[in-house]
């Protein structure tokens, strides 16, 4: 009885951190406001996962002007460009009390030509795919780039946290 009841804890455990995970998910995805980053596009097929879409977003604050140089810690403040493209109007190392502020899990530098820094900035970039879609989306995204059409990675921001969500050529939802 008592090997029942714990096969039993554990399964229900594991039920519920799953369901937690996927609630988060689901809570920004329809909660959050929607944001889209410009992105280079390589598809990788991991057969332990399946099909997913890596995508390397370009999302970079240039001129950091500060004395520090950790690659975590930062928070980033985003928004929504004329051209509806986000962008990062400041970096700093506790968030504001207005706007939209994302906790970078990791920042990349590199130097200007006026000897300060820009900030890369890490974001989610696995975007899973249907399996019987996969093939045909990868051949359209493989297209796009080498047409230099416009390929964006559409993300839902909410409460601090950011999700991808889906992709965009041309305005067109993948």
Known sequence: MKKVLLIAAVLLF????????????????????????????????????????RLNPELVY???????????????????DTNGLCRVEAMARAPGNDGLWYKVPRVTYEWNRNLKRNVNLSLPDQLFLNEDRAGEVEQEVNKAV?????????????????????VEIDGQRM
């Open 146 to 166: 080498r047409d230099g059409r416009s390929v964006v990675a559409v993300y839902r921001f909410f409460d601090g946290r950011m999700v991808l969500t889906g």
């Open 14 to 53: 594991q039920v519920v951190g799953i369901g937690f995970i996927i609630a988060r998910y689901e809570r920004v995805s329809r909660c959050g406001v929607e944001l889209r980053v410009p992105c280079r596009l390589y598809d990788p097929c991991d057969p332990l996962r399946g099909r997913y879409m």
């Open 62 to 80: 240039k001129d950091l002007d500060v004395g520090s140089f950790g690659r975590t810690g930062w928070y980033a403040k985003l928004a929504a």
